[in-house]
């Protein structure tokens, strides 16, 4: 079936270096991938829309300056966490959908962003 | 807007006992349910899924999830629960066609007592 594979899985980092994580669809083309962020023990929560081609679409009170989304291709899309403070810290998961419907959407394992 | 809701936060169950994990949502057109569950640290596992048709959706694992639309409900259960069940599920809603993320609830946590 359809994966989504994400990378880093665990990363720690000093506090005002930046940290770029990586989003690609294994087997399937996605115009269209999503990010989301997620605090200890609780939801997740949408962070942006990334669109191939184009710029993303982020969610109110999201910082596009901090979190730089780039969708080069249609299997690859990137999160970049500029300057990241300990208030950074959070795991940030991926999806993705073959096609125009949801009814197929893969998530990516996550990535554990620690900031010390 | 749509929206989910998630009244257990925290559910503790014996093993073996029956399981049902409340959810309610909001959405203006006719909805597409599912049921993910997390372990610590890990990404989330897709349970099952609602769009149309049957509404009692059998998934993997054994759990099942039953819609009603009168209720805006859109419960999980498992009639016997196992040790390795323990873990957050959390119920979310979207959009059948366009490529629209979806909306999770808050999360219920699950702890099997021996």
């Known amino acids: 079936g359809a994966v989504v594979s994400q990378h880093p899985s665990r990363v720690i980092c000093k506090s005002g270096t930046s940290v770029k994580i990586e989003c690609r669809s294994l087997?399937?083309?996605?115009?269209?991938m999503f990010w989301y962020r997620q605090f200890p023990k609780q939801s997740l929560m949408l962070m942006a829309t990334?669109?191939?081609?184009?710029?993303?679409?982020?969610e109110q009170g999201v910082e596009k300056d901090k979190f730089l989304i780039n969708h080069a291709s249609l299997t690859l899309s990137t999160l970049t966490v500029t300057s990241a403070h300990p208030e950074d810290s959070s795991f940030y998961i991926c999806?993705?959908?073959?096609?125009?419907?949801?009814?197929?959407?893969?998530f990516g394992s996550g990535t554990q962003l620690s900031v010390l | 807007a749509q929206s989910v809701t998630q009244p257990d936060i925290h559910i503790t169950v014996s093993e073996g006992a029956s399981l049902e994990l409340r959810c309610n949502y909001s959405?203006?057109?006719?909805?597409?349910l599912f049921w993910y569950v997390q372990s610590p640290g890990q990404g989330l596992q897709l349970l099952l899924k609602?769009?149309?048709?049957?509404?009692l959706v059998q998934g993997i694992k054994g759990f099942e999830a039953e819609f009603k639309r009168s209720q805006s409900s859109f419960n999980l259960r498992k009639p016997s629960v196992h040790w390795s069940d323990a873990a957050e599920y959390f119920c979310?809603?979207?959009?059948?066609?366009?490529?629209?993320?979806?909306?999770f609830g808050s999360g219920t946590r699950l702890q099997v007592q021996p």
């Open positions: 999806s993705a959908s073959p096609g125009a419907v949801n009814e197929k959407l893969f």
């Open positions: 609602y769009f149309s048709g049957d509404t």
């Open positions: 990334s669109n191939e081609g184009s710029k993303a679409t982020y």
């Open positions: 959405y203006g057109a006719t909805p597409y």
């Open positions: 979310a809603v979207g959009a059948y066609t366009g490529r629209r993320a979806l909306t």
């Open positions: 087997d399937f083309q996605a115009t269209t």
